[in-house]
């Protein structure tokens, strides 16, 4: 256990020390905040103003950084597993090989040490995303949301970090995996339904996003992070509007005339992390078997 515990610290230490893996970790972030900032808030809050009223740009505002916060599961553990690649391509692995360490112990490292990075970065993410909310004319959670929201990011951060643990299985360089990493952070706020309302796009669009699994972290925050302003702007709304709206936004998931619950939401991390966790496992296997 002792060994395992050195091993998470180096990884932390080696993370946090690179501030250009840090960045980039947040490089995605960075971008979604800047489109909205610049381009797409004053828009969603216009398009939305006569049915939300006051509370447009309470709602939009929330409704954008829930989305952020799922995008942040994937992006800072895709920096974090970038030492375990950096460590097998500078044969740095082979001498942890040759020491009296366990290679379950080795994997255990790179998993636990990701696992936290991504909760820390999350964290930071949310306080960023509360005092924005904040300096905007919303209001911070209530003690018991932000309870439901740490939940939530702990399982979103738990299948982000599998999915990202078993893409890292494919790659030999860490150029390409820079290059993936680059990619796909600049793919995720499509994939989460971040940059445009899901309600707006084609059916098979839609379809991608529900079966993308962060997607359903991102339904979760958001129907957290909007419950309050929400409760307000459609106090004496009927119930068809207020699920519409849901529905447009992805707040909540439909398949076909079925709503997704909370519940099945959590399904879905769950059994991602697991499914993907023990797919990177076989593949790890495999690779030092050939």
Do not use: C
């Amino acid at each position: 256990m002792t060994v395992m515990i050195n091993l998470i610290k180096r990884n932390l230490k080696l993370f946090f020390r690179d501030r250009t893996s840090v960045f980039f970790s947040l490089l995605a972030i960075f971008i979604i905040i800047g489109l909205y900032v610049l381009f797409l808030g004053n828009m969603m809050v216009n398009n939305f103003k006569d049915l939300l009223g006051s509370n447009a740009r309470f709602i939009i505002n929330s409704w954008v950084m829930a989305g952020i916060l799922s995008v942040t599961s994937i992006t800072t553990t895709m920096g974090a597993f970038g030492i375990m690649l950096e460590d097998t391509t500078k044969k740095i692995s082979k001498d942890f090989y040759s020491a009296p360490i366990k290679r379950s112990q080795l994997a255990g490292g790179y998993i636990i040490s990701s696992f936290i990075i991504g909760v820390i970065m999350s964290i930071v993410s949310l306080i960023v995303a509360e005092v924005y909310i904040l300096a905007n004319g919303g209001k911070l959670l209530e003690l018991m949301s932000l309870l439901k929201l740490f939940g939530v990011m702990l399982l979103s951060v738990f299948a982000g970090s599998s999915m990202v643990f078993f893409i890292v299985t494919f790659f030999k360089s860490r150029n390409a995996y820079a290059t993936a990493s680059t990619i796909i952070g600049t793919l995720i706020g499509f994939l989460t339904g971040i940059y445009i309302p899901i309600g707006s796009l084609p059916s098979g669009v839609q379809t991608a996003i529900k079966i993308f699994p962060i997607s359903h972290a991102a339904s979760l925050f958001r129907q957290i992070m909007m419950e309050a302003p929400m409760s307000t702007a459609f106090a004496n709304a009927p119930v068809q509007a207020i699920t519409g709206f849901k529905q447009t936004m992805g707040v909540v998931f439909y398949f076909g005339s079925t709503e997704l619950s909370p519940i099945a939401n959590i399904l879905v991390l769950v059994v991602t992390g697991v499914v993907f966790y023990v797919l990177a496992v076989i593949k790890i296997s495999v690779k030092q078997k050939q």
